[in-house]
């Protein structure tokens, strides 16, 4: 049934083909998305993705988007223990990603580097540092950053010398809807009518083929990593064939 803000959306289902349906709804309404990079203007719909769990997944939803004949973002984590932007099968997913389409960014996360405030300078260096690394995996890196897990002071304002997915015309002045937690199963997503300009984030590694609960999907996503890492380090360092470097 359809709901006074024009989507139907009951019951919320962290699927591929539930979101799929949420996109076809809000392209119905009449959004266009766009990217980070171009005016953020009526009638615009931001589709972001965090990457901080599943690469593998974000690939999977980027050609959902790219079926649909929609673009999205893709911020990865350049600093984080669970997955390599520079591992041949993540630079794979990127590549992949920019050929569908779609803008592929950094996600910062500041809890790598300081517990409180840093200064502009001090930020700004460490958020370049970063959009550097990821410049070395790819040469069509957007130049927006989004913060991972953003403390208050990262959040509803603007930087010198980046963009970030936070400024108020992204937050503040939009709607700003996000999956974070999976909180949709408490909190309805688009409760009211949206406003003429949307950014809808949504982190890869909460969905899936079918409907899981947070901390499972979590979990399978830390698992399906360390998996990975195991399978590659051991045909490398342990498996019969692997010859040590000199
Ligand atoms: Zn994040």
Redesign the pocket.
Same mark, same amino acid.
């Given at each position: 049934m359809s709901r006074s803000n024009g989507l139907s959306l009951e019951p919320v289902e962290f699927t591929y083909e539930w979101y799929r349906q949420l996109l076809e709804q809000l392209v119905a309404l009449g959004y266009e998305t766009g990217s980070f990079e171009d005016p953020f203007e009526d009638g615009d719909l931001l589709l972001r993705h @965090?990457v @901080?769990l599943s690469p593998r997944k974000a690939l999977e939803i980027g050609r959902i988007e790219a079926g649909l004949g929609l673009q999205s973002t893709y911020f990865f984590?350049v600093s984080n223990p669970l997955y390599n932007v520079f591992d041949a099968a993540c630079r794979t997913v990127i590549d992949e990603l920019i050929e569908l389409g779609h803008d592929v960014g950094v #996600?910062f %996360?500041t809890h790598q580097y300081w517990s409180q405030r840093p200064s502009e300078d001090e930020l700004l260096t460490r958020v370049n540092a970063e959009r550097s690394a990821l410049s070395l995996v790819t040469d069509d890196a957007c130049e927006p950053v %989004?913060f #991972?897990?953003p403390p208050e002071w990262a959040t509803d304002q603007p930087f010198d010398g980046f963009t970030s997915a936070y400024e108020p015309r992204f937050f503040s002045e939009a709607t700003y809807v996000a999956d974070s937690g999976q909180r949709w199963r408490r909190e309805r997503p688009f409760e009211k009518r949206p406003s003429a300009r949307i950014q809808l984030l949504t #982190?890869p590694g909460l969905w899936g083929d079918s409907d899981l609960p947070y901390p499972e999907r979590v979990t399978s996503g830390i698992a399906e990593n360390v998996g990975y890492t195991e399978r590659f380090l051991t045909g490398q360092l342990l498996e019969d064939e692997f010859e040590p470097p000199v």
């Open positions: @965090d @901080d984590l #996600h %996360s %989004s #991972h897990c #982190h």
